[in-house]
């Protein structure tokens, strides 16, 4: 073997172990769990004490874009709420200026010009706040919030943290692909926020249901606006506090999508955000490197990731290579892919606890895959435009209670 092979091979070698980590977390997750987290009369967060007695102003922004039926939903869910101490800013942008949701604690905001972007929409509402908060939580115009949500929050907030994530669960699982969707959900939620609580390490965060302190948000910068506000708050958090928290008892109801053009254009917004933003994430990782920093290593590490589908491609590439080149290594393949495909039903049956319904979905995924494929191939039309994912499950928070069998007070 040559040089130039040798140092061929030794970059595949890499790469291959790269691939294969990223496979093997949630193995290493779920048996830290079932080896740990369940035998453990306590988590984590019921551990840490509770540092200060303060009740926490929340201020709640909402970015409404054209849709309102779902609002006075939201609004309901928000009046719902056993603790007090808070004041919602619901942005309706594009939306028809005569619809008012002013109450005692809604202020209902109409921009004069259309903003056509999330990041513009909660920059109109802070420059629109009538007093400072403690922090800031973000929600989208179709979301239902627990009753307990923001009593949770404050929980967390007075246990020391200073961006917590919200659980999420489905609005909707009526379709193959809303019930894909939600397996996805309780999948990542369990790898990239449960388990990261409980190690310690920052938990990721999603669009919606992320509250964190006011003060923290001043700083940030944008490539544009047109997409990748979580991606580049989470950024900004993650290297600001000591660790981003996640709340599984703040509950966030969040509508799957329900068609494969639907996930088409969510998953366009989505991969090109993910990729707007990789040297932002690859600077964070280098520097928690030349800081030795394990925790931050491994949220950086995490974030590098390109979306699942694509490990999955060059998985196969893998395998079909080492078929011609050491077999044995595809052997290997063979069982890091058995080994993720096991921890992914466990995890999402774990999950989904006694409402575990999505056995004959599994079989449904290769066509999930595929449409991200697609979304992937319409990346530059999320550089060029707002791609609103359009909502269709009306429905009010004791409706859902009513089917999970909790109580609304």
């Known amino acids: 073997m040559t040089t130039v092979q040798q140092i061929a091979f030794f970059i595949l070698l890499f790469i291959e172990l790269l691939v294969a980590a990223y496979f093997l977390i949630p193995f290493f997750m779920l048996l830290v769990h079932q080896l740990w987290v369940s035998n453990s009369k306590k988590r984590r967060i019921d551990r840490l004490p509770v540092l200060t007695e303060k009740r926490h102003r929340f201020h709640l922004i909402i970015t409404a874009h054209e849709e309102t039926e779902f609002i006075p939903p939201l609004l309901d869910s928000i009046r719902r709420q056993t603790y007090g101490e808070h004041t919602t800013y619901l942005v309706m942008d594009c939306c028809d200026p005569a619809l008012i949701f002013d109450d005692e604690r809604t202020v209902t905001l109409h921009p ?66 809303a019930k894909m969707d ?63 928290g996640f709340a599984r008892e703040a509950i966030l109801y969040d509508e799957k999508i329900s068609d494969g053009a639907a996930l088409e254009k969510q998953r366009t917004r989505w991969i090109s955000s993910q990729f707007k933003y990789k040297q932002a994430n690859f600077r964070f990782l280098l520097t928690a490197i030349r800081n030795l920093d394990l925790k931050r290593i491994f949220f950086g590490f995490n974030n590098v990731r390109p979306p699942l589908y694509m490990l999955l491609g060059l998985a196969g590439v893998f395998f079909l290579f080492h ?22 039903i466990l995890i999402v049956r774990v999950r989904a606890g006694r409402n575990y319904r999505f056995s004959r979905t599994l079989l449904q995924l290769p066509r999930f895959i595929f449409r991200q494929v697609l979304a992937t191939l319409k990346i530059k039309q999320a ?14 928070i004791t409706d859902l209670l009513k089917e999970s069998q909790q109580p609304v007070d």
């Open 182 to 244: 939600a397996m996805g959900d309780l999948f990542n939620f369990f790898v990239e926020r449960e388990m990261r609580m409980e190690i310690g390490v920052s938990s990721a965060i999603w669009g919606a249901g992320i509250a964190f302190a006011y003060p923290l948000y001043e700083g940030i910068r944008y490539k544009d606006a047109l997409g990748g506000f979580d991606k580049m708050l989470q950024i900004h958090l993650a290297t600001q506090v000591k660790q981003i």
């Open 112 to 177: 004069p010009e259309p903003l056509n972007s999330k990041i513009r929409s909660i920059e109109y509402a802070i420059s629109a706040f009538r007093d400072e908060p403690d922090a800031i939580i973000i929600l989208d115009a179709d979301n239902l919030i627990h009753p307990n949500f923001m009593a949770t929050m404050n929980l967390y907030f007075q246990k020391g943290f200073q961006a917590v994530q919200a659980d999420f669960r489905a609005k909707n699982a009526d379709s193959d692909f």
């Open 383 to 396: 550089k060029k435009s707002f791609m609103k994912t359009r909502h269709t499950k009306l429905v009010y």
């Open 323 to 344: 078929l011609f080149y050491k077999p044995v290594f595809s052997l290997v393949w063979v069982i890091i892919m058995a080994v993720f495909a096991i921890s992914y």
